[in-house]
């Protein structure tokens, strides 16, 4: 995994969601700039539930790329500093990483969301 600012290695670190319900462990994170300054953030990731019982066994994640279109312009520089305002970065990931938390959750009913990711072989 490439990745060069804070931002893009605080965006590319595993999480497990505060419930500790479900783990997404980043494989990979792509951060594309657009020319009109809106990005686009494409994750490929391992998401693993707790099973019954509350284990996660090794092999019981699912493999996911999802493809997470950031438009709002006002978080730009603490994707591009190389030294961006500890505040802003953390509300940044709590952000994105809600965005993939919804996203998951609601991929099986609302078909925004089910367009944005897609399973890995």
Excluded at 56 to 65: I, K, L, N, Q, S
Excluded at 77 to 92: A, C, G, K, W, Y
Aim: charged share 30%; with cysteine.
């Amino acid at each position: 995994m490439t990745t060069h600012t804070p931002a893009e290695r605080a965006l590319a670190r595993s999480y497990t969601t505060g419930d500790d319900a479900t783990r997404f462990n980043v494989t990979d994170l792509t951060v594309e700039h657009r020319p009109d300054r809106s990005i686009t953030l494409t994750y490929r990731l391992v998401v693993e539930q707790r099973g019954p019982g509350g284990q996660r066994g090794p092999g019981d994640g699912e493999c996911w790329v999802c493809t997470l279109p950031w438009n709002d312009k006002s978080f730009v520089d603490v994707f591009t500093s190389p030294s961006p305002d500890p505040e802003r970065l953390r509300r940044l990931v709590e952000l994105v990483r809600g965005l993939l938390e919804e996203w998951w959750d609601t991929k099986g009913f609302n078909r925004r969301f089910a367009k944005m990711g897609r399973r890995c072989s």
